[in-house]
């Protein structure tokens, strides 16, 4: 089965607005085993969205439209895709009692032009809308299935989720399950070539990669007949991955991060943190507090931009500073060691980096990042190269520092259960 996306919206097409509705709804689809072989981006205007919609119901089983169903006059998705299919619009009454109690809980003035938006198509299946004021819905024809989902990605990807997937869910015969085994500290191109067998072999399940900032995720797709058949095909290709890649997985739960999993793993062998940064700036301590209940190992974190602020909170030396820089390998393991000993934590992270636009020569490039991990007193330095823009640098530093931070605890327990470290 077949499905096409079409994204409404003159804001998308202007830049104003990143599109992350197709992403997600691309990536929904995928999992439900839906082949997607058309994407397209529409402005609010009704004669190409005519066009759109008539040229993918001539190719395309589902159709899933995203925007365009809000009160104003040129959100006009719902209308051109009434008036194409041959349908009136019609007064839904829970809807429109829907769309007054949500403005009356607010406080808000109800203007007459949100009416509009319990007009719906007849014949159609109706979606509640929880999280705003207009319905989803669902037109079935002779040639496709039509599912008008709103703009909004506060409100798509709840609608999505409750009400679309059962439903396409409902259209297959068969069930597709998936399972993600997520790397870090490799890059894509190596990962795929240690599975490159399984991928040139594979027929049922299947196997993908997806490149992520700073890690790789493998997703396996099984299609049968229940979840639990989909299971038993899914498990022996999981346990496969898990033998190639051993420590490099850092998890195979579908909601896991990786901060999670690095504050989980400092939890369990009970060690504090601290972060310094100094180019990024606090992203990093950023990153681990996203994870719920991080204040059980998260001591506190500095930024140390400047160098008197590294000589000042850090106890770093001047001399040093000015003989190595404040970018270099030794800036780094002394800012891990002075982060270590002000917070008195078990293992501190440093970084220290150029995330542009200007570098110091050529000895020191934009992109030139040092991290440095200090585990009880024994510090990993690496050297990392990263490239793109200001932002893209910074947010591969984190990602790096985080690697290295879960490579560098697991490194310390492994040699103290071999009887290298006491």
Known sequence: MTVEIICVGTELLLGNIVNTNAAFLAEQCAGL?????????????????????????????????????????????????????????????????????????????????????????????????????????????????????????GELVPMFRESVAPYLAGLTEKVICSQTVKLCGVGESKAEMMIRDLIDTQTNPTIATYAKTGEVHIRVTASAQDSKACGKLIKPVVKELKNRFQNLIYSTEEDATLEKVVVDLLRANDLTVTCAESCTGGLLAGRLVNVPGVSDVLKFSVITYSNKAKRKLLGLRKPMLQKYGAVSPQTAEEMSRGAAALAKADVAVAITGLAGPDGDGEEKPVGLVYIAVNVKGNVTVEEYHFSGNRSKIRESAVSAALVLLRSCVLEYFSEITFGKKK
């Open 33 to 153: 085993g839906l082949e997607c072989y058309y994407q397209t981006v529409v402005g609010d205007n009704a004669a190409r969205l005519s066009l759109c919609l008539q040229t993918a119901m001539d190719r395309s089983d589902v159709i899933l439209l995203s925007g365009g169903l809000g009160p104003t006059e040129d959100d006009l998705t719902k209308e051109t895709v009434a008036r194409l299919c041959g349908r009136e619009l019609l007064l839904h009454e829970p809807s429109r009692k829907a769309i007054q109690e949500y403005f009356e809980r607010r406080g808000i003035e109800l203007t007459d032009n949100n009416w509009k938006q319990a007009m719906l198509p007849e014949g159609c299946i109706v979606m509640e809308n929880h999280n705003g004021t207009a319905p989803g819905v669902i037109l079935e024809t002779e040639k496709s299935k039509i599912v008008l989902l709103p703009g909004p990605p």
